[in-house]
């Protein structure tokens, strides 16, 4: 019986299309005034520091998924800023304060993103009445979860906010799903994870984890998940049947 449901984020929670435009300018609206350049400037260098760490955090998680994390993720942010500032021509902050610095962006930034799939929110609020233990379980630092389940009201209904930094490993295998498992001391057949990821769903159901794959009209992987909605909004009428 399902007792814990995790709840990937982009492309289940929140839409990745939406969120990429909202941060180009919230980037701007924080980096502008207290460091100078024009928001045109801020939303230029941010394009193209972005574009750099996500094709860096792609290849490491093809080529070594087993890394660790949290030094890796400290090395990128703080390079995502050096790059930024120098795109923007401005002076970057102390080396040992840039990913602080970027930190506090993100912590800044993610509330104030509004991407929520319709109908999500009502969904996450539902099953957490219904008596289920939601987690995340994301490829996004755990601050960054925070801050965009804060911005759609829905913080409260969620135990832990799994992001690689709080078990130390990337998505990028099925040790992510297990190092979760471990953490939580919880069986497989008790959980279930929502994804939009055919990579992820594989992985997950390598450990005999139960899986739902979000297809969202954009994804038509053929794979063997447990279940398969086509939007988020769907979930809680799929929960009523798999009980």
């Known amino acids: 019986m399902v007792k814990v449901i995790f709840l990937d984020d982009g492309g289940v929670m929140n839409d990745n299309n939406l969120r990429a435009s909202q941060w180009r300018e919230l980037i701007a609206q924080y980096f502008s005034p207290r460091y100078g350049g ?108 925070k801050g965009y389940l804060t911005g759609m009201g829905v913080i409260e209904c969620f135990t832990k906010l799994y992001g690689p930094d709080l078990i130390n490993t990337l998505k990028g295998s099925n040790v992510y799903y297990e190092n979760i498992l471990n953490d939580l001391k919880i069986l497989p057949a008790d959980t279930l994870i929502v994804e939009d990821s055919a990579t992820q769903i594989k992985f997950a159901k390598e450990l005999g984890i139960n899986t739902i794959h979000v297809l969202n009209s954009l994804k038509c992987e053929e794979l063997s998940c447990d279940y398969h909605i086509n939007r988020p909004s769907e979930l809680e009428d799929l929960m009523d049947n798999i009980d």
């Open 38 to 145: 024009t928001i045109n400037i801020w939303k230029s260098a941010n394009r193209y520091a972005f574009t750099r760490l996500w094709n860096r955090y792609q290849q490491i998680i093809t080529d070594t998924p087993l890394i660790d994390f949290n030094k890796f993720w400290e090395e990128e942010m703080s390079q995502w800023l050096t790059e930024m500032f120098t795109i923007a021509d401005i002076n970057p902050p102390p080396v040992n304060q840039r990913y602080k610095i970027a930190q506090k962006a993100e912590e800044w930034i993610t509330p104030r993103v509004k991407s929520a799939y319709p109908g999500i929110i009502d969904v996450i609020m539902n099953l957490k009445n219904q008596g289920y233990t939601l987690c995340t379980a994301s490829g996004e630092v755990s601050w960054s979860l």
